[in-house]
């Protein structure tokens, strides 16, 4: 439904200003002006050859001016005259109209009911239509005039008295009147005729009008950019010469709202895909096309499917984990790895919350991360898998954010399984710092561990533990006999300490303790029991070995430095190897210079 406004108030002079017309338009209306004076003669001439009264006989006269007129302006219409040459003929034809008019009221007026005052009304129209409201006033100013002073005369005539001044002012009123309503229904249906004309002008959508035949009558100036047609060359040709071969040529009428599709042929060769709305119009048989050009919306939309594919190919067959989250860090989509990573069905894990499924010691990074985000950041993370019948695999996850028109939507995420690759990684650093052998701690690991203990507060001691006899175990019984020794050595040892005390074992039969915190009577106790420890017989298939043990004792000085620390226990395990022979009560423990930290 279409709602309009009242017209606002518009002053007097613009409301006597004519609705400007086209060349075109102006044309129109002579030639239909042309029909009407070709009519009006005819009549002049049937009522002369009719009537025999002696004075309507006369009427030739204005039939004869009528006709002439209509014959001259017929010619200079014919031969396509200019705009200053149509205002020429136009001043010309409404001259010899009115002159016709006015010998028409000159010759009949015996009867002053006699209708003749109607052709100064017509000529009063006629200036309706060229000039509108103005001349339809000015002209219909001087036909009241003239009928006025035509009653009068008719009435002298027929009754030798004048007529009644009401009677003459009421006819000439009536006739002024009804020019200026002729006129003003000719301005208001050019001022639509103009608004009709302005919207199809710049409308981008094409407007064709097709006649019974479904050749194009009227074209809009949209066919150029959409059809690479000026209107002009449109006009004439049939809209089924317009589509592309195979197209349907038939336009049934749409229901409001629904749209059929067509596909025309640009004039540069290439198709043009058209969205329609047909409206037929019984009267004349022709129908109205309103039609949108879709080309590129299809074009994209093509592209916009395919990329779709694409990507739907890619997210499905992906050898990673692919998922998607929503805003809330729910699962959304999942691809067939991802199921089988997490172990469930895409319908039982969408919906579900990510972090169902995340280890409690890595949700906090991950929650971290999908924040991150939803803020419209890509973030990488490394989490805990947490399954619920209680395995764990390590996973690395990309989330990338989904924005659209500037808002973040949502997150597709990659899970790349990194378990084996973390236990790889573990493996080597483990090795790198560690003993092969015995698992204990190499030196490097032990000198790490040392400097944060004496950067901690509290006393750190170091023990320096070196096996005696042990290359004659090896000499005597080979190297997997040693080996077995050293590995008890390492279990033994381990045994005797707290958890947070480091057992190390540096090369060949040398081992080391650091412990933190501690004082000197803990730590002699310990280094006792470490001699005695070792002492104890080891049991090997076929031998039962024994080996004693040098241990050397160092207790951390101010701001004392790992290596220098453990260089003063290497020292003391030194001097109590060589006083092995000599009974102590530090025999075969010996104590470094005894400092406190």
């Avoid at 993370?381 to 954010?401: C, I, K, S, Y």
């Avoid at 597709?412 to 650093?429: C, S, V």
Wanted: hydrophobic fraction near 45%; include cysteine.
């Amino acid at each position: 439904m279409t709602v309009s406004l009242p017209p606002a108030a518009t002053p007097w002079r613009q409301r006597l200003r004519g609705v400007r017309r086209s060349h075109a338009q102006r044309l129109a209306t002579e030639w239909v002006i042309l029909r009407v004076r070709y009519g009006a003669a005819a009549i002049a001439v049937l009522v002369v050859w009719l009537v025999r009264d002696t004075t309507r006989s006369r009427l030739w006269v204005a039939g004869l001016v009528l006709l002439v007129t209509a014959a001259l302006v017929h010619l200079a219409l014919r031969r396509h005259p200019t705009a200053r040459q149509l205002t020429a003929i136009s001043a010309a034809a409404f001259a010899a109209d009115t002159m016709a008019t006015l010998l028409t009221l000159a010759i009949v007026r015996e009867d002053p009911a006699d209708p003749v005052t109607l052709v100064a009304l017509i000529l009063a129209i006629e200036a309706a239509l060229r000039w509108q409201v103005l001349g339809a006033l000015l002209v219909g100013l001087g036909a009241a005039v003239a009928t006025a002073v035509w009653t009068q005369l008719a009435h002298l005539v027929a009754t030798g008295a004048d007529a009644p001044l009401e009677y003459a002012a009421f006819r000439g009123t009536a006739t002024l009147l009804l020019a200026a309503m002729v006129g003003a229904m000719v301005q208001a249906l050019e001022s639509a005729r103009e608004r009709a004309q302005t919207v199809l002008e710049l409308s981008p959508e094409v407007i064709l009008t097709l006649d019974a035949d479904g050749r194009i009558v009227t074209a809009n100036p949209a066919t150029r950019p959409v059809l690479g047609h000026a209107p002009d060359g449109l006009l004439g040709r049939r809209w089924q010469d317009l589509l592309i071969s195979g197209e349907p040529g038939a336009l049934p009428e749409t229901p409001t709202g629904e749209l059929i599709t067509r596909t025309l042929r640009h004039a540069a060769g290439h198709p043009v895909w058209l969205e329609c709305s047909v409206r037929h119009q019984p009267r004349t048989g022709g129908s109205t096309v309103i039609a949108r050009d879709i080309t590129a919306r299809l074009a994209s939309q093509r592209q916009r499917e395919e990329s779709e594919q694409r990507f739907r190919a890619l997210f499905d067959h992906h050898l990673d984990a692919v998922f998607g989250l929503d805003g809330e860090g729910r699962i959304s989509d999942v691809n067939p790895a991802c199921t089988r990573l997490l172990g469930q069905g895409a319908e039982q894990l969408i919906g579900t919350p990510a972090d169902t499924f995340i280890a409690p010691a890595t949700r906090p990074v991950a929650k971290a991360a999908l924040a991150r985000s939803l803020a419209g950041h890509a973030a990488d993370v490394e989490v805990v898998l947490e399954f619920a019948d209680g395995g764990q695999r390590h996973a690395e996850l990309t989330l990338l954010p989904i924005v659209i028109d500037g808002v973040t939507t949502g997150v597709f995420g990659l899970a790349e399984d990194i378990t084996e690759r973390t236990r790889r990684e573990a493996e080597l650093a483990f090795r790198a710092g560690h003993d092969a052998l015995t698992g204990l701690p190499n030196r490097t690991t032990l000198l790490s561990h040392l400097g944060r203990r004496l950067a901690e507060a509290g006393t750190t001691a170091v023990l320096f533990i070196d096996l005696d006899g042990f290359k004659a175990v090896n000499d005597a019984h080979g190297h997997a006999a040693g080996d077995a020794v050293l590995v008890a050595t390492a279990h033994r040892l381990r045994g005797m300490v707290r958890s947070d005390d480091l057992v190390a074992r540096l090369a060949g039969d040398e081992f080391c303790i650091v412990l933190h915190p501690t004082d000197e009577p803990a730590t002699r106790r310990i280094a006792e029991r470490s001699a005695a420890t070792l002492r104890e017989p080891v049991h090997v298939p076929g031998a039962t070995l024994r080996v004693g043990a040098s241990v050397g004792l160092a207790l951390a000085g101010p701001a004392e430095r790992a290596s220098d620390l453990l260089a003063r226990a290497d020292a003391a395990m030194y001097a109590a190897k060589g006083r092995r022979r000599s009974p102590s009560s530090l025999d075969p423990v010996t104590s470094g210079d005894r400092r406190r930290r």
